[in-house]
């Protein structure tokens, strides 16, 4: 498996490798980076990868984790030169009694009418999208449903687009968890509704691609005390978002110990390397676990 999370700023995106998959983790893009034009494009065109009779490449799974612009922002471009083989997000299509609690309430995402929620829902419609994964033996989709949250007071006071957020875990070589932008007590509320889930949490976590950027507010003891050990085993990494307001700033806790076993290849015997940023550079892992950190995208492509 290979994995980069890319340096977006105050976003979030990830494409992963593994067993002939092509998987993308959401659509954040910054204003010097657009994962699809910047690193998809350039990677299939130096692979001369076929495209479809539409004239699209295709991707095995794309996971848009939650309708937020900080994570949806390309998906613009995607579309318009990918073909998504499993599209996997939160969306309004269930039918019948159970319609409540498994589809969004869009008056209550942050800004409903943007273009980006847009695009979100007109890739989607017309389209059957279960949400499962495409590498069931490997990959493990948890989520609080839409309408657990919206009559949770405490879920949707805390933010509810952010709490309907799909987390993913996968377990091919080493163990990822990409935790997306659940909140504190939607965190809590995710390991109780989500048995499997915890289950495979609890069997160890490599690298945690910490919930909602790392930021203070957003930090779960209770994410860390179903780990194995009650830490990560190689490195948190943060999808930093900058912001002056000091609730707002990073959890000094990813970056210890406490939390982290830091048994990755940029840790010395002085000084053990526990979390490191998307700030710094494209956070790469190799097939064996390796971190590399570049802000030369082409340096990633070739690892490819």
């Not at 069931?136 to 309907?164: A, Q």
């Not at 504190?184 to 909602?212: R, S, W």
């Not at 990073?250 to 110990?257: A, F, L």
């Not at 550079?281 to 390796?290: K, L």
Request: proline share 3%; hydrophobic share 30%; aromatic share 8%.
């Amino acid at each position: 498996m290979k994995v980069v999370v890319f340096n977006v700023g105050a976003a979030l995106s990830a494409y992963i490798e593994t067993d002939n998959k092509k998987i993308v983790i959401d659509l954040g893009k910054s204003n010097g980076f657009s994962p699809v034009n910047d690193f998809l494009l350039p990677l299939f065109e130096k692979r001369r990868e076929k495209k479809d009779n539409r004239g699209k490449y295709s991707l095995s799974q794309v996971f848009i984790t939650h309708p937020h612009r900080d994570h949806i922002s390309d998906l613009s471009a995607l579309d318009k030169h990918f073909y998504i083989d499993l599209y996997t997000t939160p969306n309004d299509l269930t039918k019948g009694s159970d319609a409540h609690r498994k589809n969004v309430n869009w008056e209550l995402v942050d800004d409903p009418n943007s273009d980006e929620v847009k695009k979100v829902k007109e890739v989607y419609r017309g389209r059957q999208l279960p949400l499962r994964v495409s590498l069931p033996t490997k990959m493990t989709l948890g989520y609080i449903y839409p309408g657990d949250v919206e009559d949770n007071e405490t879920l949707t006071s805390e933010s509810y687009t952010n709490n309907i957020s799909l987390v993913l875990y996968i377990h091919a070589g080493y163990k990822i968890l990409f935790a997306a932008d659940i909140q504190k007590e939607g965190m809590k509320q995710l390991l109780e509704d989500n048995n499997e889930l915890k289950k495979k949490i609890g069997e160890g976590v490599d690298f945690l691609v910490c919930p909602h950027h790392g930021l203070r507010s957003s930090f779960s003891t209770e994410l860390f005390n179903t780990m194995k050990d009650g830490k990560t085993k190689k490195l948190n990494i943060v999808s930093e978002k900058v912001n002056g307001d000091d609730n707002r700033n990073v959890d000094s806790r990813y970056s210890s110990t406490d939390y982290c076993e830091g048994d990755n290849n940029l840790s010395t015997d002085d000084n053990i390397v526990c979390q490191r940023k998307t700030s710094q550079g494209h956070i790469f892992i190799d097939d064996d676990g390796a971190v590399t950190i570049e802000k030369d995208i082409q340096k990633i492509i070739e690892k490819f």
